[in-house]
């Protein structure tokens, strides 16, 4: 099976923002290289360390509500 990797970042970015919470926080218990690949892509903070949530950064926030609306939305709302 040949994965995309970038589309299952963009379906994580994604999932981060349903569980935003603190503004820009949101829980990080998803695929770890994904988690590593958006954080080298400037989306989120650096994923590897004690906290529960990792941080998006603006570019972040910004990509994780587009794609959430795109993906998770009926049209319309």
Not at 1 to 18: E, F, G, R
Not at 24 to 47: N, T
Request: charged share 30%; net charge negative; hydrophobic share 40%.
């Amino acid at each position: 099976m040949d994965i995309d990797n970038d589309k299952i970042d963009q379906a994580v970015l994604a999932l981060l923002y349903l569980t935003l919470h603190d503004d820009v926080r949101a829980w990080k218990s998803h695929d770890w290289d994904a988690m590593d690949r958006l954080h080298e892509k400037g989306m989120i903070g650096d994923p590897k360390s004690k906290a529960k949530s990792v941080w998006l950064t603006g570019a972040g926030l910004a990509e994780s509500e587009r794609l959430f609306k795109m993906m998770f939305c009926k049209s319309g709302t």
